[in-house]
């Protein structure tokens, strides 16, 4: 069974920095790629940044150039960060960590396979 688990979330003010981890256990299960979704209410699930193929990485349109996900896996950790900096109102949403052994089904959150229950990130003055 795979668990992921969020910590970092909290309430920020308009232009704060906040850093998310995921924690990831896997036992015997491969996961390929992980990354990090986020959900406003009232709207869908969205991806957020994403480990592509080689080690790449991907972000959404709203978050280039503020937003930095990192990884870990020394020691065997498998640990998954979001550095989030310049954080906007629009931001506010419940983020998830997901892993999936597909790089393709990462992209459909209809399709990933692993998802953590989610860390609330609040943007507000």
């Known amino acids: 069974q795979v668990q992921l688990v969020e910590s970092g979330g909290g309430l920020v003010q308009p232009g704060g920095s906040l850093r998310l981890s995921c924690a990831a256990s896997r036992g015997r299960f491969v996961i390929n790629t992980m990354g990090w979704y986020r959900q406003a209410p009232g709207k869908e699930r969205e991806l957020v940044a994403v480990f592509t193929s080689g080690g790449s990485t991907n972000y959404a349109d709203p978050v280039k150039g503020r937003f930095t996900i990192s990884r870990d896996n020394a020691n065997a950790k498998n640990t998954v960060y979001l550095q989030m900096n310049t954080l906007k109102p629009e931001d506010t949403a419940v983020y998830y960590c997901?892993?999936?052994?597909?790089?393709?089904?990462?992209?459909?959150?209809?399709?990933?396979?692993?998802w953590g229950k989610g860390t609330l990130v609040t943007v507000s003055s």
């Open positions: 997901a892993a999936d052994p597909d790089l393709i089904s990462m992209w459909y959150p209809g399709r990933v396979n692993y």
